[in-house]
């Protein structure tokens, strides 16, 4: 069935320094890809999205990449601050309605 | 807008009992999906709604029941309450569907002893 990789599970990064997270989705038809950051006790908020006809979108200190042949996208987050400690979920919008979630990447910042 | 709205935010429940989880949206959005999510866990897929009158099962839709008689109102109800559905639930909805940003309500913590 559809499903949505999301690597590594955890990652803790010193503050400054940039951290990538790496989602692989399976369903060809997935045509949307939205990142979203959850903060402890809060519920899930997009920070970037990207659609499938663009390679690359970046909005401040995030950015996003898509590979669709290889069906790969990435979250970048240069310039870590202790606020970008948060889970991060990246999910695939899949062509039966459903949105296809990640398991989460809990991201430490250390100050 | 208030957005995507969730009643109650806090709830204990004893196993068997019943409840239904209410969720609200001004947005005039079609689609309308419920999550739960388990202590440090992801989201997953209990319902979801393409339009009123429309549901659908999601990954894990055992022990619950929705409902869709609005566009605005897409209850979620749980029946004969176990101790496995103590989670999160988190409402969201979207205009058109998995192509566009989903909007996710406050959730609702549910403990069920």
């Known amino acids: 069935g559809e499903n949505v990789e999301q690597h590594p599970s955890t990652l803790s990064v010193q503050e400054g320094d940039s951290a990538v997270i790496k989602c692989t989705y399976s369903?060809?038809?997935?045509?949307?890809f939205p990142w979203y950051k959850q903060e402890l006790g809060k519920r899930p908020q997009l920070i970037i999205d990207?659609?499938?006809?663009?390679g690359e979108k970046k909005d401040q200190r995030i950015a996003v990449t898509l590979n669709k042949t290889a069906k790969h996208f990435s979250l970048h987050i240069t310039e870590t601050q202790p606020e970008d400690s948060a889970v991060y979920f990246c999910?695939?919008?899949?062509?039966?309605?459903?949105?296809?979630f990640g398991t989460g990447t809990r991201l430490k910042v250390l100050a | 807008n208030a957005g995507v709205t969730q009643t109650p935010k806090f709830r204990i429940l004893k196993i068997g009992q019943s409840m239904t989880l209410q969720c609200t949206q001004d947005?005039?959005?079609?689609?309308m999906y419920w999550y739960r999510q388990d202590p440090g866990m992801g989201l997953k897929l209990i319902y979801y709604?393409?339009?009123?009158?429309?549901?659908d099962k999601g990954e894990v839709p055992n022990g619950y029941n929705v409902s869709r008689s609005t566009t605005e109102d897409f209850p979620l109800r749980l029946e004969l309450a176990a101790p496995s559905q103590t989670s999160v639930y988190f409402c969201?909805?979207?205009?058109?569907?998995?192509?566009?940003?989903?909007?996710f309500g406050p959730g609702t913590r549910l403990t069920v002893t």
């Open positions: 969201a909805s979207t205009i058109q569907g998995p192509f566009y940003e989903q909007y």
């Open positions: 369903d060809s038809a997935s045509n949307y």
């Open positions: 990207i659609r499938s006809n663009v």
């Open positions: 999910a695939a919008g899949s062509g039966t309605y459903k949105y296809i």
């Open positions: 947005m005039n959005h079609n689609y």
């Open positions: 709604s393409v339009g009123a009158g429309i549901t």
